[in-house]
Structure formats: structure tokens, C-alpha cells
């Protein structure tokens, strides 16, 4: 499919969308799923064959019916609504959205968003995400073949601040984190404790401590909130455009003036306890119900 133009009418479009996204992200308590579907949409891609990554493609029930995406039909129908309402922004560039703002609104860095990524219709092969059951070799395997690093690997497994596995998806059940609708640096701190009563650790998350170069970053960032921040939205940010080619020079690509983005940053910062709160709430109702 065609690169979207983007022009100023698709920034108003990404703008809106973004409000849409914070308030259904704040208002439903998905912030966890909605990670969850940017990084499952974008972790295929290979950078040697140049297939796979942030394309859109998972929206398709070939792709979103591998085993590793189950469940996320529930995000893709949740952004149906804000699709429709700005038709112009491409699949490719919601999902990720839908990400960036589920990092911000949970209290998390800001992750710099670039639009442009072109839909896609080619859905990759089932296997190229990672297996929870394995370990450090199988973690640098798939994050390699992305063209992602030690660091990329560590620093992203932080994304499990946020949620809890679901026995029916996953085959694990539990939270990563005292606080699953808070993103800080706890899936560190409650890692190095070593296994917790209630809490969830899986053997891709022990590879972590058992590598000795993954684990100096599991120590930097359980010590250091602003060091573990700081690498994961470069992180965040490289994962979101695996497979996007922008156009222009950097100085150009960026749909956030500087402004914007400390503005964003206080928006978060504002309403992670509120999320937190609404967050709860909805999943007691659903407990009730």
C-alpha cells in the first residue's frame, strides 16, 4: 500500500487521534493491552528480508490468530471507533500511537511519535515474536533479526511495568508489578528481589538476571527511574518504526515541536494517577459484573 501524505490535515488527524486515545486509554484501563498490540504489530520485522514491523498487518485474522496475539482482537475492535473518526491515519501509525500514549498516560517517558508508516496487507509468518518459555539466546534472536541490541532487549522488557499475563493467552497468569497501570521501573526492582508471592516471573524475564550482559542494565535501571526512562523511550521509539522508512531530514520528521513534547510530558504526568484510578475501577466493575 501507499505511504500516507502527511500533510497538515493528517497531523490535525494524528492530534485528534491522540486525544481519543488518552481518553479511551483512561477511561477502559487498556493502557496494557494497547502496548501490547504496538509491540506485537511491529516485533516481526526482519531487518534482513525487510519484512514484518510496524505495518499495520496484525489487524488481519491470519496474523491477530497466532497464538502470541491472542487476546488482541479486543485492542484493534477498541481503536476501531478512532479509526473511523480520523480515516486519513493509517493502521501502521494508530497502533503505534496507541502505544506512545499508553506509555505517557500510565506515567511513563514521553516517546518521541514520527507519522508516515504505510498500511500493509502481507502478514508475516507465526514465530517471529518471542517465546516466553525460553531464554537470553532466544531474546537476542529475535530482537537481532529487528536489528535491536542488549540494551533495546533490556529496556523494553521494562514494558512489563504495565499488565499481567492471562493464562487463556499466554499460559501464565499474574502482574509483573505491585502496580499494573503504572509504568516506572518496579518489574526491575521486584526482578532483582528474586520470586515474589502474587507476583510474575517468567524464564525470559530470569534470562535478565542470568546474563551477565543483560544484568548490569536490570541493576542500572532498578536503581536509576530516569536512566531506565530515558533508554526506553529510545527504545520504544527505534521498535515503533522497524520497518518505516520516513522521508525528509530529521529536524523535519517530527510531528512534536519541542513545546509539544514537555507539554505532553506534563499531560502525563497529570493524569497517571487518574488513569491508575479509572483503571482500577473498570476492573472491578468488570470483577462485579
Known sequence: MAAPVVDDEYRRQVDRARRDLRALISAKGCAPIMLRLAWHDAGTYDAKTKTGGANGSIRYEEEYTHGSNAGLKIAIDLLEPIKAKNPRVTYADLYQLAGVVAVEVTGGPTVEFIPGRRDSSVCPREGRLPDAKKGAPHLRDIFYRMGLTDKDIVALSGGHTLGKAHPERSGFEGAWTKEPLKFDNSYFVELLKGESEGLLQLPTDKAL?????????????????????????????????????????????????????????????????????????????????
Open 209 to 289: 538476571l542470568q546474563d551477565p550482559e543483560f544484568r548490569p542494565y536490570v541493576e542500572l535501571y532498578a536503581k536509576d527511574e530516569d536512566a531506565f526512562f530515558k533508554d526506553y523511550a529510545e527504545s520504544h521509539k527505534k521498535l515503533s518504526e522497524l520497518g518505516f522508512r520516513s522521508s525528509g531530514p530529521a529536524s523535519a520528521k517530527s510531528d512534536l515541536t519541542t513545546a509539544a513534547v514537555l507539554a505532553q510530558s506534563a499531560f502525563g504526568v497529570a493524569v497517571a494517577a487518574a488513569v491508575v484510578i479509572a483503571g482500577y475501577l473498570y476492573e472491578a466493575s468488570k470483577k462485579s459484573k
